[in-house]
């Protein structure tokens, strides 16, 4: 019934830059606060961003400034913009709709 895809991630060096996706086939998505979270091996899964109904976003300390988190409710689409990547960004990154909703994730990978 719900479906999370995300999309986009990769291998880049360190200052690079990568939007990762993800498609949400949930109805009323305009209306869903929606995260991004990541696990890094040996670590345990963080909150990256969250965007809430409305475009309202809070990111994690240590993103911030480097990480946009958007929304596109007409393509019923979450994004991450990451900036000035660091190898520490090295991690499975995972679309989250609220409770137990999850996306199968997107590796990004960051190399020094």
């Known amino acids: 019934q719900v479906q999370l895809v995300e999309s986009g991630g990769g291998l880049v060096q360190a200052g690079g830059s990568l939007r990762i996706s993800c498609a949400a086939s949930?109805?009323?998505?305009?209306?869903?606060?929606m995260r991004w979270y990541r696990q890094a091996p040996g670590k345990q899964r963080e909150l990256v961003a969250i965007?809430?109904?409305?475009?309202?976003?809070d990111y994690a300390d240590s993103v911030k400034g480097r990480f946009t988190i958007s929304r596109d409710d007409v393509k019923n689409t979450m994004y991450l913009q990451m900036n000035s990547l660091k190898p520490e960004d090295t991690a499975a990154y995972f679309c989250?709709?609220?409770?137990?909703?999850w996306g199968q994730g997107t590796q990004v990978t960051v190399s020094s």
């Open positions: 989250n709709a609220g409770l137990n909703r």
């Open positions: 949930i109805e009323d998505f305009r209306f869903t606060a």
């Open positions: 965007i809430k109904p409305g475009g309202i976003a």
